[in-house]
């Protein structure tokens, strides 16, 4: 495993200069939590195309119940958007992105935790229109069928979400999502929240982050077979980030899903990098993000 270092990028030949980094969002989130990545990767002189998946960013839903003051009876009731949308939904989504850009140049898939598991199902389907799978902390399924399989062992033991079963709203199998209330004003809740995703961060940047979350997470995301096939998706480049401090998807999780992949196919291993921050702490770092996905263009 190699760690970010402070060398200046290679130079980069002609053909890559159409390269596009295509960033794939995680749970409850959108495009634009990718804002200081795209920066960072503009200055570099990298085009990127963020994604907002399917009823996520100006698609999402905000109940007036969720806003301020809050009613979480009535919330906790609301019928969600979200229930219907499957994993399938997200990848067929991102092909159809990624078949558009490649008529431009190569395409960099970059996906963040739960959007693991949409690039991964991407690269079931086109490998040869991807010219690298990249995964920040990010569910890359081999052996267990989903994320919901895998928090059920031994390696997710650090994390630290049991804690924020709390900040749940409704009846996830009534609603057919999990509806968190990211709104919430408990000082108990928003610090086990911080601590899980970016403890690393100021509770300025950390309220920052929250106000661009939605609430709602479709469950059949979470829950649908997610796994990589060697036939296909693992004859993709791959990349890990690994982020040594998170407590969302601890390390050693991250570590066994990159052995994983390895094992499944050793000759086409992961190339792997290791940034010290938390689950979303990366966005706090997007100049060495953007620094590890500079050198990835060769």
């Known amino acids: 495993m190699t760690s970010v270092s402070s060398t200046s990028p290679r130079p980069r030949p002609a053909r890559d200069a159409n390269a596009t980094f295509v960033l794939v969002h995680g749970v409850c989130s959108s495009s634009l939590m990718w804002t200081p990545l795209q920066r960072e990767l503009a200055l570099l002189g990298h085009r990127s195309l963020a994604v907002d998946l399917p009823g996520h960013g100006f698609d999402a839903q905000y109940p007036a119940a969720y806003q301020a003051p809050q009613d979480l009876d009535a919330w906790a009731a609301e019928p969600s958007g979200l229930a219907d949308v499957t ?17 431009h140049g190569p395409v960099v898939l970059v ?6 598991t949409t690039i991964t199902g991407v690269g079931n389907t086109i490998p ?13 399924c081999v052996q267990r069928p989903t994320p919901v399989a895998y928090m059920q062992e031994p390696e997710f033991a650090d994390n630290l979400l049991a804690p924020l079963a709390a900040l749940n709203v409704g009846d996830p199998t009534a609603l057919g999502v999990g509806r968190a209330n990211y709104r919430t004003a408990d000082p108990v809740m928003l610090a086990a929240l911080k601590a899980a995703m970016m403890a690393d961060g100021s509770d300025e940047q950390f309220r920052a982050f929250l106000n661009i979350l939605q609430p709602d997470e479709s469950l059949a995301v979470m829950m649908s077979d997610a796994r990589g096939h060697a036939d296909t998706w693992g004859t993709i480049a791959r990349t890990y980030i690994r982020l040594s401090d998170d407590r969302s998807l601890p ?6 899903l990159i052995a994983e992949a390895d094992a499944l196919t050793p000759g086409n291993p992961y190339d792997v990098h290791t940034l010290a921050t938390s689950h979303v702490g990366f966005l706090l770092k997007p100049a060495e993000t953007a620094g590890i996905l500079d050198r990835l263009i060769v």
Do not use: H, K, P, T
């Open 87 to 103: 994993l399938q939904d997200n990848v067929d989504m991102v092909v159809d992105v990624v078949r558009r850009v490649a008529e």
């Open 128 to 140: 040869d229109l991807v010219s690298r799978l990249v995964y920040i902390s990010g569910w890359s």
């Open 251 to 256: 390390v050693a999780m991250q570590d066994r």
């Open 111 to 116: 996906g963040a935790s739960l959007g693991g």
